[in-house]
């Protein structure tokens, strides 16, 4: 089971980022997906969350409105747009599948299964 998580990068306070996670044929069929990060001295938070289908999304309440998640399921892919980014956005951001829980969209840590490496999306003011 593997998660590769990818998109990253250095952008301006109020610019855009999009960030893309590939998963395994096996895993994605089971799972809600999810997106949680982690600033530096501070815990793992989540993010966004989003059923199999798509047809259930969650968000934390600082990034709703500005990021949206959402999944390809033939490619096995799960993506997040972030818009109107802001330099507390700064951290690294984590994909994760809460396997064989295909309709709940969890903001949970520790109801994850897989987690993938993680990429450092730095927002500069």
């Known amino acids: 089971v593997q998660l590769q998580a990818s998109g990253g990068g250095l952008v301006q306070a109020g610019g855009s980022l999009r960030l893309s996670c590939a998963a395994s044929a096996r895993t994605f069929s089971s799972c809600g997906m999810g997106w949680f990060r982690q600033a530096p001295g501070k815990e793992r938070e989540f993010v966004a969350a989003?059923?199999?289908?798509?047809?259930?999304?969650n968000y934390a309440d600082s990034v709703k409105g500005r990021f949206t998640i959402s999944r390809d399921n033939a490619k096995n892919t799960v993506s997040l747009q972030m818009n109107s980014l802001k330099p507390e956005d700064t951290a690294v951001y984590y994909c994760?599948?809460?396997?064989?829980?295909?309709?709940?969209?969890?903001?949970?840590?520790?109801?994850?299964?897989?987690w993938g490496q993680g990429t450092l999306v730095t927002v500069s003011s």
């Open positions: 994760a599948a809460d396997w064989g829980r295909r309709t709940v969209v969890s903001s949970k840590v520790d109801e994850y299964d897989y």
């Open positions: 989003i059923s199999w289908s798509g047809a259930r999304t």
